[in-house]
């Protein structure tokens, strides 16, 4: 029972909804007729296992929806479906958008399930299945431990927090956002308009920049060049070396790597031989390069700069606890660790409290152990640095920053010459000039961590994620190129090797995939099929691409969705008669046309969907596509008892052996057909279906009829003799 016989992920638009979702193939088998209410327990122990199932409101249309229809029965492949999106939930990416629906064979049911992580989508389907079968036969299930194996896996394949912030900025601006591999790398746009961003790092952010600002000592030269404060220092080559700097100095003095991040390996306000022997040995395990410098006394600041602009600031406190009276540190620590927010590594807004060696000797320093009970109310400290990555939080300051201190921080990142830095300042009151209360810059960082910014502890978020959206796209700057795709029985490739040679006759740099490969201008750069969403994606990520022409394969869209969110113009030359063969849930012809209506319903608003009205089934597209219409048809004139083709649409005809221009009433010749260099001379029928469907998506375009008239005239013999996919 339960059984899953096929599994699609559909990663673009698709038959269901205009995101990504995972459809299955669900045969109850010997449950088919058996709803939910009718298996003694069954409600109470789903309901037991995961209580927030209780926020779907499911058809009803309130809270505890979904628990109406539990009690009124319901069958399991619904059930599956809400067990499904609440896991993916609970394991921390939100999701809500699930459908099943009977097919014609009995107890077999298409379900849709949405996801925002591949992996965790496919994951949590898997467990809800197990959910179910246990529930169904009163058998036990580890809810807790199978939610926390979700959790980590979710920790594991999405964005972190800096990145996904920018992501979702992006995404809000329309601009198409791209995970390029595994890790933290995202393209922003669409061929030469594409920007690249990889957490707090773009495509401009200079290397020799990154370089300097991993090199403290030089970063430390370069700002007191400009006049910004910074604290005495000097590389130092053995521990005796900095115990002789301090000496000299008179003053506690820090000890760090020269080169390092993330306060690893840090120890700062020491005073005594042996700390500081202590502090240069765990210095060297991070490098070999050691600093020592003036120790700066003052809270942790750190202020990013993006752009030339300050954007957000935040004070930093360090990893620490507050004793309850009854519990030891290492348990305080434990229950601290049990935040939600709080991970290892990036992955969530806070990082786990590691009682570690650089730990137990702050603890030995306050007169403590991990197995200390500190008083209530006693604040221990864990870490001298305020890093999020060794456990502390961050207070959003931004509106207390001093002018003088911002103008000084713009200034440190301008010298060490980054678009987007990360600017640690040491002083007591951020709201007073460093000069006077003694404070300085400490670091510079290259690729600074968003999270602080966006879920401070207190005081207000700042929209950090728009504002490096803002630096790679301003304001008017489009992040797309114009993509063109098509789709038919027949004619596709040729419509839009076609349609491709239109544009490239206007020295535009042309994408063409059809099912003979991929073609970047004159070059083709892989021979293998190219009517699918791969072939998309690969021709978007080109940096120099101006435009895309894309045939795509029913075949193609119904098992993997579209490779795209949204195109400029979307053809449709045919339905047909044939059925494409092998295609599970391709059964009809109503099925072929809500395939291939995929494409014209990914039409942006302001583009243009071009339809063959002389095909009925395509015609009747109209109905639920945005943008504008423009028509082709064979003959002098569009049919005129059809309710979805206006009076005043736009059409493209073949009347008198002209190519006409039909606007209304109004007709422009464009060009006789026998001008058309595709069109072989003396050929009593000719196929000008794909010629006036190509016109047709040049003129949505924005082509002149002069441009469509030169692109006409010279395409050579050999384009549009292979059919298109089907």
């Known amino acids: ?39 003694p327990g069954f409600n109470d122990r789903l309901k037991s296992w995961l209580p927030s199932l209780i926020e779907h409101r499911c058809s009803v249309g309130e809270r505890g929806g979904f628990f109406q229809r539990l009690d009124r029965g319901t069958y399991m492949a619904h059930i599956l479906e809400h067990v499904s999106l609440e896991l993916q939930t609970l394991a921390g990416t939100p999701v809500g958008y699930g459908r099943a629906r009977e097919t014609d064979d009995e107890g077999v049911y298409r379900v849709a399930i949405e996801y925002a992580e591949e992996a965790l989508g496919l994951a949590a389907i898997a467990v809800a299945r197990e959910l179910i079968l246990a529930a169904i036969h009163d058998a036990p299930f580890e809810v807790t431990a199978e939610l926390e194996r979700l959790r980590d896996l979710c920790h594991e394949v999405r964005l972190g927090p800096s990145t996904a912030a920018i992501a979702k900025a992006a995404r809000a601006r329309g601009i198409p956002v791209r995970r390029l591999g595994s890790e933290n790398l995202l393209q922003l746009g669409w061929g030469c308009r594409q920007r690249r961003a990889w957490t707090a790092e773009t495509d401009r952010t200079s290397a020799i920049a990154e370089s300097i600002a991993q090199d403290k000592e030089l970063t430390r030269m370069l700002l007191r060049a400009v006049g910004v404060p910074v604290p005495e220092g000097q590389p130092v080559a053995t521990a005796e070396d900095a115990w002789r700097f301090a000496q000299a100095l008179g003053a506690p003095v820090v000890v760090k790597p020269r080169y390092g991040n993330h306060g690893r390996g840090v120890t700062a306000n020491l005073t005594g031989r042996e700390p500081i022997e202590a502090a240069f040995a765990a210095a060297q395990e991070e490098g070999s390069s050691i600093l020592c410098e003036r120790y700066i006394p003052g809270a942790d600041h750190r202020l990013l700069v993006v752009g030339g602009r300050l954007v957000a600031a935040a004070l930093r406190e360090p990893a620490q606890i507050v004793g309850d009276g009854r519990s030891s540190i290492q348990e305080l620590v434990d229950a601290t660790n049990r935040d939600p927010r709080r991970s290892a590594g990036h992955a969530t807004m806070l990082s786990l409290i590691e009682l570690d060696a650089i730990a137990h000797a702050m603890l030995a320093e306050q007169g403590l152990t991990p197995e200390s009970v500190p008083a209530a109310g006693q604040r221990v400290l864990l870490r001298r640095n305020a890093n999020l990555s060794t456990g502390g939080t961050a207070a959003d300051v931004t509106d207390r920053v001093h002018p003088a201190v911002a103008a000084q921080a713009l200034e440190a990142a301008r010298m060490v010459g980054l678009d987007l830095a990360g600017i640690d300042i040491l002083a007591a009151d951020i709201a007073r000039p460093l000069e ?42 489009d992040s797309r190129i114009p993509l063109i795709a098509v789709t038919g029985a027949s004619g596709a490739d040729s419509t839009a090797r076609l349609i491709a040679h239109l544009i490239q006759v206007q020295g535009d740099l042309v ?80 099925d072929l046309v809500r395939v291939k209506r995929c494409v014209v319903e990914a039409v942006a608003p302001d583009g243009y969907y071009v339809l063959n009205a002389d095909d009925p089934r395509v015609v009747g597209m109209a109905e639920s596509c945005r943008g504008a219409p423009i028509w082709f048809a064979s003959g002098p004139e569009i049919p005129s008892a059809t309710p979805e083709i206006g009076r005043d649409d736009r059409a493209v005809l073949e009347r008198d052996g002209l190519i006409v221009l039909a606007t209304g009433e109004a007709m422009e010749p464009l060009l006789p057909l026998g001008q058309v260099a595709w069109i072989e001379q003396g050929r009593e029928q000719p196929r000008i279906q794909p010629i006036l469907a190509a016109v047709a998506a040049a003129w949505g375009l924005g082509l002149s009829p002069d441009e469509m008239r030169a692109g006409l005239m010279t395409i050579p013999p050999s384009f549009g003799q292979a059919t298109g996919p089907g």
């Open 511 to 590: 994408g063409l995939a059809t099912q003979d490969g991929i073609q970047i201008g004159e070059r083709r750069i892989d021979p293998r099929d190219g009517s699918g969403p791969e072939a998309a994606r690969t021709l978007l990520m080109h940096p120099r691409l101006d435009a895309a022409v894309l045939a795509l394969a029913a075949g193609s869209i119904r098992r993997e969705g579209l490779g795209f969110d949204r195109c400029r113009v979307g053809v449709v030359t045919q339905i047909g008669e044939t059925l494409p063969v092998g295609q599970p849930g391709i059964e009809t012809l109503d």
């Open 1 to 39: 029972m339960l059984t899953i016989q096929h599994q699609w992920v559909l990663r673009g638009p698709n038959l269901w909804a205009h995101f990504p979702v995972i459809e299955l193939r669900l045969d109850l088998g010997a449950i088919k007729d058996t709803s939910s209410e009718e298996i």
């Open 436 to 477: 006077e209360q003694g404070g300085a810059v400490v670091e510079v960082n290259a690729g600074p961590g968003l999270r602080m910014h966006l879920e401070p502890s207190a005081g207000q978020p700042r929209p950090v994620g728009e504002a490096v959206v803002d630096l790679l796209f301003p304001e008017d700057t």
